[in-house]
């Protein structure tokens, strides 16, 4: 019996309590169960894993004092309090306290008398309640008595129904005298439910307990015939499929000396052998098959074995071990396949080409493996698609996403029922080719489990200098993969391991543009939603004004999928006035566009969020792409303290303490009166307190956001701002910076603050953000501050001088 919850990290922490005050004379520890219900004279286990369960019970058995076991009304409450508890229960010895191996800490409680909860106390790290406790009535009357000799006989009725019951529990049942112990005994055995058992154990009067239980066990007596006829029954047939079983062995004996039968098989036999011949196997590989072909030969067709060798036969033969004819492959046509299934993405492009041209040239070398990194909807799977279509090869998906069993990537051994090859031997025979393309699918998303690591699987499937040895558990001989072309994708870098990510090249794949969303959706998406939704080519035409409406105002994202989701609702909704024939021809501008996707999602809100001091306009790099962060800050009357909201992680709030001390060193500099300071708490919030944020690059806009507060001048509101800073005022560089740009880009801002040191990054930045944006390179805060406040100071409009000003978003 148990608690039904792990053992808790705090398990000693009620062995250190040893200053708790007394005890009143008439409270007790109380223990909650979920359940579970103690009857007075039983002998149960309890498994205590709640901290505050542990510490009563070590408590208990350190001041040598009986417990109450009591059962809380939801056993789903992981924390009961009083309202969550029966009023009634068992006071209970502690036989004795036991810490197994494994944490958890066991109980074995023998049931002493009822209790009834007064009320509960407060002031102990555990459960105490003032009890009264329920003496067990000693009344003897002729109604009693017989009710107790009925009771006892259905009792013993019901043992010897039982299977397998110890013969102890007879003598218990026959020595008892006390009806009331024979009622609880009764029940405690009894297989009913955890609430039967508590309103036997809150019934107090003899004739109403003996009543409740002689009706529980004679539903139970009826039960168990029942269980006990069908139990007759079930071996009866067992018995039938023993003769059939017994009786198909004789036979088959008997055809066989007969020679009949054995045709058949023979025919199979051959035919196996002829595929092995053919399959093309290593040397290796075609003696294990030829020896697994012999004890086939060997075995009986009625044997359970048979049909797994059979099968494992099966995947041998069936698995392409001959590589097949080098494709030529064209470079011009390559860059062709490339364009038409991608706008934009050059320098992927790029290293593409170049990654097939070095296939070409040496066919059995060692390419390196490409892993696509980047946000949702940017077209990393298409890409390993093209890659294949230029390649001229098959292409096999493996999705590893919430893969958390090793046996998914090496397979199952064939001693379990229904073992298979791993997802990459399953892949390579779907592929029916050796030198397939095979992508791997969210290889960001694997996890490891109780059934091991399927990441560290991963390490000999993508390291050239072991996969032309790889071997599944299941086929137990090696297998090629050196030929096969892997090219993983991610959502992000950070959850791949170490050195399943040393093994692949990080190509990385950032957001579009606007503009390159506007080519995309013309080029693409629009076509293909026209033929989702049974749209014929010039029923409906979208403006390209409609498609920036849609891009700009209705999707917020780095890739396109919710675009196309969008396109895709406009052109349901014409499909409806064309199927209706109330329209032939449909042209969807900007003003047709609130019909079908209702009024605009989004806006831009950067000029009326930054038009007060304290408030900075921030860049953030999320897995899903890049977006604009809020820093907002106020001052209200206090001592000095430093208050951060927003759901701020450890890095994060580090950044803020940090730019408040930079502030605080530069107050004379940046004109600000370092009194304001210790008459002032200064709160920085972060909206959006829902979502969680961390990272360091907010350093710079925290510091901008406290100067902006100090010195009651606004920021710039056409201005963004990236970078980490140092104590010494230094501004560090920052990843993200491509990503971070475009949402500055996307959000309508003109200007970007970036770390000098992230020069390197320009480059990466595409041309029209570039030509659109003015940019500002940092290498301390003070260039910070002369390039992004502004002059005018904006003077309190209800405080004195003293009173600090609040900064409103």
């Known amino acids: 019996m148990s608690e039904g919850t792990s053992p808790s990290g705090d398990a000693n922490k009620g062995r250190q309590e040893n200053h708790l005050p007394p005890l009143p004379a008439d409270a007790m520890i109380i223990v909650p169960v979920r359940n579970f219900v103690l009857f007075p004279g039983m002998v149960m286990p309890v498994t205590v894993g709640r901290s505050k369960s542990i510490a009563a019970a070590q408590q208990a058995v350190r001041e040598q004092r009986p417990v109450g076991i009591l059962k809380q009304r939801d056993p789903d409450v992981a924390d009961p309090t009083a309202i969550d508890m029966h009023r009634m229960g068992t006071v209970a010895n502690v036989v004795r306290y036991i810490t197994g191996q494994d944490g958890a800490n066991h109980l074995i409680c023998q049931g002493e008398q009822r209790f009834q909860v007064l009320e509960f106390l407060s002031g102990w790290p555990f459960m105490v309640a003032r009890v009264l406790r329920i003496p067990e009535p000693t009344t003897r009357?002729?109604?009693?008595?017989?009710?107790?000799?009925?009771?006892?006989?259905?009792?013993?009725?019901?043992?010897?129904?039982?299977?397998?019951?110890?013969?102890?529990?007879?003598?218990?049942?026959?020595?008892?005298?006390?009806?009331?112990?024979?009622?609880?005994?009764?029940?405690?055995?009894?297989?009913?439910?955890?609430?039967?058992?508590?309103?036997?154990?809150?019934?107090?009067?003899?004739?109403?307990?003996?009543?409740?239980?002689?009706?529980?066990?004679?539903?139970?007596?009826?039960?168990?015939?029942?269980?006990?006829?069908?139990?007759?029954?079930?071996?009866?047939?067992?018995?039938?499929?023993?003769?059939?079983?017994?009786?198909?062995?004789?036979?088959?004996?008997?055809?066989?000396?007969?020679?009949?039968?054995?045709?058949?098989?023979?025919?199979?036999?051959?035919?196996?052998?002829?595929?092995?011949?053919?399959?093309?196997?290593?040397?290796?590989?075609?003696?294990?098959?030829?020896?697994?072909l012999r004890r086939l030969q060997r075995m009986p067709e009625a044997q359970g074995e048979?049909?797994?060798?059979?099968?494992?036969?099966?995947?041998?033969?069936?698995?392409?071990?001959?590589?097949?004819?080098?494709?030529?492959?064209?470079?011009?046509?390559?860059?062709?396949?490339?364009?038409?299934?991608?706008?934009?993405?050059?320098?992927?492009?790029?290293?593409?080409?170049?990654?097939?041209?070095?296939?070409?040239?040496?066919?059995?070398?060692?390419?390196?493996?490409?892993?696509?990194?980047?946000?949702?909807?940017?077209?990393?799977?298409?890409?390993?698609?093209?890659?294949?279509?230029?390649?001229?090869?098959?292409?096999?998906?493996?999705?590893?996403?919430?893969?958390?069993?090793?046996?998914?990537?090496?397979?199952?051994?064939?001693?379990?029922?229904?073992?298979?090859?791993?997802?990459?031997?399953?892949?390579?025979?779907?592929?029916?080719?050796?030198?397939?393309?095979?992508?791997?699918?969210?290889?960001?998303k694997l996890g490891a489990g109780i059934h091991g690591d399927p990441s560290a699987a991963m390490l000999e499937v993508l390291d050239p200098e072991q996969n032309n040895t790889f071997r599944d558990n299941y086929l137990g001989v090696p297998f090629d993969l050196s030929r096969v072309v892997f090219i993983a994708t991610a959502n992000m870098l950070d959850t791949i391991p170490g050195p399943l990510r040393d093994r692949m090249e990080i190509i990385s794949l950032s957001g579009y543009t606007e503009q390159e969303k506007l080519q995309i959706a013309s080029r693409y998406l629009v076509k293909r939603q026209m033929?989702?939704?049974?749209?014929?080519?010039?029923?409906?035409?979208?403006?390209?004004?409609?498609?920036?409406?849609?891009?700009?105002?209705?999707?917020?994202?780095?890739?396109?999928?919710?675009?196309?989701?969008?396109?895709?609702?406009?052109?349901?909704?014409?499909?409806?006035?064309?199927a209706e024939g109330s329209a032939e021809n449909i042209r969807v501008d900007v003003g047709d566009l609130a019909a079908s996707l209702g009024q605009r999602r989004f806006e831009s809100e950067v000029a009326m969020r930054t038009s007060?001091?304290?408030?900075?306009?921030?860049?953030?790099?999320?897995?899903?792409?890049?977006?604009i962060l809020f820093i907002e800050a106020t001052r209200v009357h206090g001592s000095g303290r430093l208050i951060l909201t927003g759901q701020l992680g450890d890095v994060m709030k580090e950044s803020a303490q940090a730019a408040l001390s930079i502030v605080k060193n530069r107050a004379v500099l940046l004109g600000i009166d370092p009194d304001r300071f210790e008459k002032s708490d200064i709160h920085v919030h972060v909206p959006a307190g829902a979502i969680p944020k961390d990272g360091p690059s907010a350093g710079v806009?925290?510091?901008?956001?406290?100067?902006?507060?100090?010195?009651?001048?606004?920021?710039?509101?056409?201005?963004?701002?990236?970078?980490?800073?140092?104590?010494?005022?230094l501004v560090l560089p920052v990843g993200g910076i491509k990503?971070?740009?475009?949402?500055?880009?996307?959000?309508?801002?003109?200007?970007?603050?970036?770390?000098?040191?992230?020069?390197?990054?320009?480059?990466?930045?595409?041309?029209?953000?570039?030509?659109?944006l003015a940019f500002v390179w940092l290498e301390r805060v003070e260039e910070a501050v002369a390039a992004a406040l502004e002059d005018k100071v904006v003077s309190p409009a209800s405080a004195p001088d003293d009173t600090p000003t609040e900064a409103l978003a």
């Open 739 to 772: 990503e971070k740009v475009i949402a500055a880009h996307a959000a309508g801002l003109k200007r970007v603050m970036l770390p000098a040191r992230n020069k390197r990054d320009f480059d990466d930045i595409p041309e029209e953000v570039r030509r659109d």
């Open 531 to 578: 033929d989702a939704n049974g749209v014929k080519e010039g029923q409906v035409e979208i403006t390209e004004s409609a498609l920036r409406e849609i891009i700009h105002a209705y999707t917020r994202e780095a890739g396109v999928r919710n675009l196309e989701r969008e396109i895709g609702k406009v052109l349901r909704n014409a499909a409806v006035r064309i």
């Open 306 to 444: 048979y049909g797994m060798v059979r099968t494992y036969l099966d995947w041998l033969i069936e698995l392409p071990w001959k590589l097949p004819e080098e494709q030529t492959i064209d470079i011009a046509e390559a860059r062709r396949i490339l364009d038409a299934d991608h706008y934009g993405l050059d320098k992927i492009k790029r290293r593409i080409v170049e990654f097939l041209a070095v296939r070409k040239l040496a066919p059995a070398g060692k390419a390196p493996i490409l892993c696509f990194v980047g946000p949702p909807g940017v077209g990393k799977t298409s890409l390993g698609q093209s890659i294949a279509r230029a390649m001229n090869r098959k292409f096999v998906r493996v999705s590893l996403g919430g893969v958390h069993d090793e046996a998914e990537i090496r397979g199952h051994r064939r001693t379990y029922i229904g073992a298979l090859p791993g997802n990459i031997i399953q892949g390579i025979k779907k592929a029916g080719s050796r030198n397939c393309v095979m992508m791997l699918d969210e290889i960001d």
């Open 141 to 292: 009357t002729p109604e009693i008595e017989a009710r107790f000799l009925h009771l006892r006989g259905q009792a013993l009725e019901s043992v010897e129904l039982l299977p397998q019951a110890p013969q102890e529990l007879v003598g218990a049942i026959q020595g008892i005298e006390n009806p009331g112990a024979l009622a609880d005994l009764a029940v405690s055995y009894m297989d009913v439910k955890p609430e039967e058992k508590q309103e036997i154990l809150e019934t107090v009067d003899i004739t109403a307990r003996m009543e409740k239980v002689s009706r529980l066990l004679a539903q139970r007596i009826e039960v168990l015939k029942l269980s006990a006829e069908i139990g007759k029954q079930t071996r009866a047939s067992l018995d039938e499929r023993q003769r059939e079983v017994l009786l198909r062995e004789q036979m088959a004996a008997i055809q066989k000396q007969l020679g009949e039968g054995e045709e058949g098989k023979a025919e199979e036999l051959a035919e196996l052998e002829k595929k092995i011949t053919d399959a093309g196997m290593p040397k290796d590989v075609e003696d294990q098959a030829r020896k697994e």
């Open 701 to 729: 806009a925290m510091f901008m956001a406290l100067t902006s507060l100090m010195t009651d001048r606004t920021i710039r509101s056409d201005t963004a701002m990236t970078g980490e800073i140092s104590l010494r005022g």
């Open 612 to 627: 007060v001091p304290g408030v900075a306009t921030g860049l953030a790099w999320t897995p899903v792409g890049g977006d």
